[in-house]
């Protein structure tokens, strides 16, 4: 879980929160979870390299600037041999422990080496790591269709 | 179509084009079609509002910053009673015809009423000019798994 | 004094926080000044509307990303009829008290009239609240020649 | 000169474009400057680092979304020993040739050695091809006071 601070200047012309931003919201979250508290457990090497191969994000509630940060839950999905995938959700949770949800993503991800410039595959010490945050019945973006 | 010029600044830590500044692309993309081709042919309300109810990427191959611009296709993939979906290409084509394609996506849009801040229905102009975009069999984000 | 979180993707190319988005910590910590706490204290008209006049900043040690947020020290050098002034300064302090400046910086603020896109003058109670951050022997940005 | 399109997201919540992201623009012109103009003349090194240690910027009128680019007129203030320093303007020109200038802005610009991190002095040949941008008598950024 990420506390992602607001800026003002995330809002666009209609006063929301524009929908491109929310990606930098996830990139905090995954930022904080892949070079943060993933090397603490010894998956130093996913700090170094990791390229997005994919998204998929649903929109749900307009989201406004306020002072206080926005929370992004973030968890594994899949760890395959070669990518993994990352469940975000964009939320506000109140004190009542009532739930306003802004967003639902998810995002494939594979492991790259910089110097060579090539994908590689999970390293078996990775895989323990992300299995460590995995989750396999997080909510998904949703298929909006009328 | 549309010719999108890269900023210096779009560039990550990394040297390549953000993720996340690929999004941006398709706004500058979609706002090319909706604000200024769209209301030459009728539909000066979707100029007004409409929200994103969801975004799906696919990243092929890394962009570097340079002088020229990237083109950006769009196309109508389905016109519904409350929402459409715009599909996307990210790509160079080369004098040979040759084409390289940095990014594949599709968004769902909702058609919105800014003054009742409420989605609204297609309108049947609005329809019509939609559907004078619609392509039915071009490329999809691919659903990488490995 | 607030404190900035800095974001991943405010690194450019050569791997710093790009000199644009220092112009973006600024803005918030305004933001924080302005929308937060001078309202508290009545000057509420203050956060509807200021425009920038002008700024000018120097820029002293490049700053790369890290999960601890930067302190950005705001204050008010002048408070005129239909304009103030304030200062900055971004820097870490260490917990020995030693500090490393990454910026010194000032704006010209103007109070505006949303509803009539007009300039206005300071009014009696946000001049009293103004003068109340008011520091007249802060630092200035510098003037580099060489 | 640089005709520096605007992105649609450049506005903010008021529906201008934010004062940061003329810094933006400004960058866009320099890199033009001195990445694409500057090397063809024979100063290659200035596209590989120059690093910025001060700016100056006056907004005279906001600018909002349109699909046509602003122009930015940039050109050499002073060259150095070791920095120089840059004019700009950001403007509109009309067919009658009457100007509707949008900010001035003015930077100091330091070569730089990125291989060993520290700042170098200006070459013999970087001097000759920035003094034949050399304009004494431009605008310079107001100093606005009331």
């Known amino acids: 879980m990420t506390h992602v601070p607001l800026r003002w200047a995330d809002m666009d012309a209609y006063g929301h929160v524009n929908n491109v931003v929310y990606l ?26 990791v390229v997005v191969a994919r998204h998929e ?47 639902v993503a998810s995002s494939v991800l594979v492991p790259y080496d910089l110097d060579d410039a090539h994908p590689r595959r999970v390293a078996h010490e990775e895989r323990l790591v992300l299995e460590s945050f995995l989750e396999l019945d997080g909510p998904e973006p949703g298929k909006a269709a009328a």
Chains 1, 2, 3, 4 share one sequence.
Do not use: C
């Not at 930022?31 to 508290?37: A, E, K, R, T």
């Not at 973030?74 to 739930?99: I, K, P, Q």
């Open 24 to 49: 930098r919201y996830l990139q905090e979250a995954r930022v904080d979870m892949l070079f943060v508290h993933a090397p603490k457990q010894g998956a130093e090497q996913l700090a170094e390299g």
């Open 57 to 103: 994000i649903s929109y749900h509630a307009p989201l406004h600037y306020r002072a206080e940060p926005v929370r992004v839950e973030t968890w594994v999905r899949r760890v395959g041999n070669s990518s993994f995938d990352l469940g975000y959700e964009v939320l506000d949770v109140a004190d009542d422990g009532s739930r306003t949800v802004y967003a």
